[in-house]
């Protein structure tokens, strides 16, 4: 099983937003966890069954007779509408005899709002794309907060379980060492949705007469020439020769060409069996300093530190950008030709590597059930259906005939739909990313168009042989891992934003890398390094 794990698992550089170690004494702490989560005789209820619960139906529709509210804490992406408006919920609805409540967040300070949710206690009945961490999930699961999931899967989510049969690296990569599932993954088989693309503006290539660039020198020339050429025709220079998503994004898509990993869900290179965390050696080094020349001469995105996801999205759609980085061309997609997808870099030690890529579990988390939930069954058999085709069609295209039509037995957004609607977004919660639900070639026409597919094609050659996912820590090495990594990965975002603005010497790099051994990053060195000794490789 661990073997299909290594090969599909999931990528993630640093987990952000954990919460502190006061956030475990909630009130409701004892619901969540012991036999009562699925191993004994009350498969995977934390409440207990009661007269409603025991008329859940295994399969078909409706769900229950007697309809129920649930309440669910969700992100919401800048591209969305109100998930009330949503045909997916609407029909749904009607479908289950379950209407969700849904208390939405945007996508920036939605980590922060999530973890004040568990802190105080006052949580709903789940949480609905909700990007937990493994390190969160256990926490959480733990201190009785969640519930485990593993017996209603077994008895209330047929999709998901043939899923986990089909695929064995999901129920892997989800399941802690004591046997929990505490949250469950959005899963992807489709293999062009685990991975942004890099996107260049071939129509300013065409017009200044470069080939697309193969090594970071080639890049730096073409930026260069994006920043001096007045690609726009208006008399002024403001165009954006490089961005990206907020924060740390740059480095990580940067990474590769500097043979940066990111193995084990972590700033890791596997050597030899040997785990090494790069964050303080000399590639690390060398990569930050490429990003500083980029950022003082004005070729990367000057808002890059500061821009929203909003903004971010936005600029894709001017055609102002040079190269930038999506798992798609949604937010292109009116100057989709000026755009092609292209292979990652060469950097200057011959490393040509595209690290950020994602498993078949693509994203983890994505859902969970909260102790105060009086109705987990009927929650598990809700979130299931959009693990099949037809739930995950629903969910992405809305309604046949009204936004979709099929062609091949698959479904395409009809010409009339497109052609009136500039608000795809705002029928779908996938549009955004990190919904539960599957994406395989059967629902992704949309996604997944033509360009996407060419896109992913010129990355394919250079994507890690063997990604091996974050462990599932026991939950007394999660804390420590949680503890160490706190304090590392915010030093370590802190500083390494601070070397690419200039706003730090790379004089002091001796004193950054001693700053992170007194942090103890050999120890968390270590605990990695005993985890992966024990994979099955």
Not at 136 to 153: D, F, H, N, V, W
Not at 243 to 265: C, E, K, W, Y
Not at 297 to 314: G, M, R, V
Not at 514 to 527: F, G, Y
């Amino acid at each position: 099983m661990r073997k299909q794990w290594g090969k599909y698992a999931l990528a993630t550089m640093i987990v952000t937003g954990l919460i502190a170690s006061g956030c475990s004494n909630g009130n409701s702490g004892d619901n969540g966890n012991g036999g009562n989560g699925g191993n004994g005789g009350n498969p995977g209820s934390a409440n207990g069954s009661n007269s409603s619960e025991s008329a859940v139906k295994t399969d078909g529709f409706p769900i229950v007779e007697t309809p129920i509210t649930l309440k669910m804490f969700t992100r919401v992406a800048p591209v969305n509408g109100p998930f009330k408006d949503m045909p997916v919920f609407q029909d749904y609805e009607k479908l289950s005899n379950i209407k969700v409540e849904f208390i939405e967040t945007p996508t920036d300070g939605f980590a922060e709002k999530k973890n004040l949710l568990f802190a105080s206690n006052e949580l709903p009945d789940a949480i609905f794309r909700s990007g937990l961490s493994q390190l969160e999930s256990i926490r959480y699961g733990t201190a009785g907060q969640l519930i485990p999931l593993e017996g209603l899967i077994e008895e209330y989510a047929p999709n998901l379980k043939s899923l986990m049969e089909q695929y064995p690296e999901i129920r892997a990569g989800i399941t802690t060492p004591e046997g929990h599932i505490y949250a469950i993954p959005g899963i992807v088989t489709l293999g062009s949705a685990r991975t942004d693309k890099r996107w260049i503006n071939q129509s300013w290539l065409d017009k200044l007469g470069l080939d697309v660039p193969t090594t970071t020198d080639d890049l730096y020339n073409v930026l260069v020439a994006f920043r001096d050429s007045d690609m726009n025709g208006n008399g002024q220079a403001d165009e954006i020769p490089i961005t990206a998503r907020v924060g740390m994004p740059i480095v990580n898509h940067m990474a590769g060409a500097f043979g940066l990993d990111s193995q084990l869900g972590y700033n890791i290179n596997l050597e030899d069996d040997k785990v090494n965390i790069w964050s303080g050696n000399e590639r690390h080094k060398e990569l930050l300093m490429y990003l500083n020349k980029l950022y003082k001469e004005k070729l990367i995105d000057q808002e890059i530190f500061s821009h929203t996801e909003a903004q971010f999205l936005a600029k894709q759609g001017t055609g102002n950008t040079g190269y930038f980085f999506d798992q798609t061309n949604n937010n292109f997609l009116s100057i989709q030709d000026q755009y092609v997808g292209i292979a990652p870099p060469e950097g200057p030690h011959g490393d040509r590597l595209h690290s950020q890529i994602g498993p078949v579990p693509r994203d983890y988390g994505a859902f969970a059930i909260t102790s105060v939930n009086k109705h987990p069954e009927a929650t598990m058999r809700w979130i299931d259906y959009f693990y099949s085709d037809e739930g995950s069609t629903l969910l992405r295209f809305g309604r046949e005939g009204e936004h979709y039509e099929l062609r091949d037995g698959i479904p395409y957004y009809t010409e009339e739909f497109l052609a009136v609607s500039t608000d795809q977004a705002k029928i779908t919660p996938y549009a955004g990313g990190g919904a539960p639900h599957i994406i395989s070639d059967k629902v992704a026409s949309f996604i997944n168009p033509p360009q996407v597919q060419e896109a992913f094609e010129a990355l394919e050659p250079y994507l890690p042989a063997i990604r091996y996912a974050p462990p599932m820590f026991d939950e007394a090495t999660a804390q420590q891992v949680n503890i160490l990594r706190n304090d590392i990965d915010k030093y370590i975002e802190e500083q390494s934003t601070k070397f690419i603005v200039g706003a730090l010497s790379f004089d002091k790099w001796s004193e950054f890398q001693s700053t992170l051994e007194k942090m103890n990053v050999a120890q968390l060195e270590k605990l990695y390094q005993e985890a992966y000794d024990k994979m099955d490789k």
